[in-house]
């Protein structure tokens, strides 16, 4: 007797990303061999294609968008793009760009990427100095970054790489990096990061605070209550953690609280009310309120948006 599918099955809805590795990447998708290619790989893709998925890697990938606009997700980030967008993403950041005004027929070439592993910049700069300038922004890579007023010189640059291989490639690719590196206009894109220049004594205590925060965002936790523990006067914690973070001790607090809110709204279904208590607001109405003021729009939205992040539903 042939199995039939009952008429009330739910299919549960996809909520994480899709971890992509090197057996998926076919030359039929337009990837390049990385016994031909090497560290440094290129890659042009139209839409729709199987590539356009939410999804992560291990390696750095940095899009240029040629065609199309419509919304990006980056991480716990949600924004518009259109053609000349320039992002660069950081190891198992999950991110995915959906065009909303596709013309029939779709388009040949949206994306133009450049993916490289780290393992590459982190041994070459213990014995080549030079590759240490890089190193900051791969560091703010894991937050994705989105760089402003070089689409026209990436393009260059990424046709430049494409025809080249070997020691040619590699060069041309680190003129790039040197240009991004350098990129004073740019924003990040999905969570709050630390940006201390203090001692690494100092990094350690900042590193600890954090971490605290994060581990017990429902906690209670206030500044003049850190700043007691670290044998400072409130005026000067308030004054290292802003300049360790870039943010206030409550702005930062809110930032990280909302962050994990969204993780939650995006890979569960937990009611939003509660999902607004467990990272530590006591009411929902405050909640909202600040959810609102630093991601745009309200949690529930939110949601809504993120489910778009697939990409077209079949």
């Known amino acids: 007797m042939p199995l039939t599918m009952p008429q009330n099955l739910v299919i549960p809805r996809r909520i994480k990303p899709e971890l992509e590795i090197d057996a ?29 998925r939410w999804h992560c890697h291990d390696e750095y990938e940095l899009h240029l968008i040629t065609a199309t606009s419509g919304k990006v997700f980056v991480g716990d980030w949600i924004g518009q793009f259109q053609p000349g967008q320039l992002v660069l993403t950081g190891p198992r950041l999950p991110h995915n760009w959906v065009s909303m005004d596709l013309p029939e027929g779709g388009v040949l070439e949206r994306d133009l990427v450049i993916q490289f592993p780290h393992a590459l910049i982190e041994a070459g700069s213990r014995s080549i100095p030079e590759l240490r300038e890089v190193l900051p922004m791969l560091e703010r890579a894991k937050h994705g970054i989105e760089f402003f007023g070089l689409h026209e010189l990436a393009r260059e640059h990424w046709l430049r790489i494409k025809a080249t291989r070997g020691l040619t490639r590699f060069g041309a690719f680190c003129v790039l990096m040197s240009e991004l590196a350098r990129c004073p206009d740019y924003r990040l894109l999905s969570s709050a990061r630390l940006q201390s ?7 350690e205590q900042i590193n600890r605070i954090v971490n605290r925060i994060t581990d017990h965002l429902a906690d209670p936790l206030s500044a003049a209550e850190l700043a007691d523990e670290l044998g400072m006067s409130q005026s000067r914690f308030s004054r290292f953690f802003r300049r360790a973070t870039g943010n206030t001790f409550t702005d930062f607090i ?17 009611l939003i009310t509660d999902i607004g ?38």
């Open 277 to 314: 208590y467990e990272v530590g607001f006591n009411n929902i109405a405050n909640f909202n309120r600040r959810f609102l003021d630093i991601k745009g729009m309200t949690p529930r939205e939110f949601r809504r948006q993120a489910t778009r992040r697939f990409g077209p539903q079949k």
């Open 254 to 270: 809110n930032h990280v609280r909302v962050n994990r809110a969204c993780q939650l709204l995006m890979e569960s279904e937990r």
């Open 197 to 203: 220049q203090d001692d690494d004594d100092q990094l």
């Open 24 to 52: 998926g990447r076919s030359s039929d998708l337009g990837y390049e061999a990385q016994s031909e290619a090497g560290s440094i790989r290129c890659l042009a893709h139209g839409y729709p294609t199987p590539l356009a």
